[in-house]
């Protein structure tokens, strides 16, 4: 079955350290997201794509990157982690920008 | 900029009863889309119901249904006969035709048997 998949789905990391979450979605969907969700929030958008070497910034992209070479993968980067970054972080896809977005389980990391 | 609003942190409801989630929303866009996303215990992200913006009627699954109010930028969520298994964190979320979402920060429901 075609599924979105996030990994690891723990981490504990110490400041400074860069840190790259990873996102594979076998859907071949078009679209892809990372958003982080802090204890008792909703969720918010860091970085998007529409395609292959596309990507955009969203609401909180302050010390996230991502890059996009395939279809199926979108890894997010902390280039130097922060205790501000502690949070749950979930990746999603959609096959057009219309369509209903897909969750991945979500990696909860804890910045030291 | 889009903003949604959950006014209801937590709520509760006996088995069997009906309960309405509130959810109201701002933008200046006139074409979007609405979700509603169910978050149990296990994180796992999970969509509920969705509703298109451009259409007046309500939409419903099953025990789930909308009242969505465009002038009034409102869309509650109503779910009949609660299930213990509706225990969960509902989310409200808005959708440019971009593709990019704005969530409010959540309603907690317990169903207590």
């Known amino acids: 079955d075609a599924e979105i998949t996030q990994s690891p789905r723990h981490k504990i990391t110490e400041t400074g350290r860069q840190v790259t979450l990873a996102c594979h979605q076998t859907?071949?969907?078009?679209?892809m997201f990372w958003y982080r969700q802090d204890l008792g929030h909703g969720l918010r958008l860091i970085h998007y794509s529409y395609g292959v070497h596309d990507t955009n910034k969203g609401e909180v992209s302050d010390g996230y990157s991502v890059s996009r070479s395939n279809t199926e993968d979108l890894p997010l980067t902390l280039e130097s982690a922060a205790s501000s970054q502690t949070s749950v972080y979930f990746c999603?896809?959609?096959?057009?920008?219309?369509?209903?977005?897909?969750f991945g389980p979500g990696t909860r990391l804890l910045v030291l | 900029a889009q903003t949604v609003t959950q006014s209801q942190p937590e709520m509760s409801v006996q088995e069997a009863e009906t309960v309405t989630l509130s959810c109201t929303y701002d933008?200046?866009?006139?074409?979007?889309?609405l979700f509603w996303y169910k978050q149990p215990p296990s994180r796992q992200m999970i969509l509920v119901i969705r509703q298109e913006a451009y259409k007046q009627q309500n939409a419903t699954e099953n025990r789930f249904s909308v009242n969505f109010q465009k002038a009034a930028k409102s869309f509650s969520l109503k779910i009949s006969d609660s299930q213990l298994g509706d225990t969960a964190m509902y989310f409200c979320a808005f959708m440019i035709l971009a593709g990019k979402s704005t969530f409010g920060d959540g309603t907690t429901l317990t169903v207590k048997p």
């Open positions: 999603a896809s959609s096959r057009d920008r219309q369509e209903t977005q897909y």
């Open positions: 859907w071949n969907h078009n679209n």
């Open positions: 933008t200046s866009e006139s074409n979007y889309y």
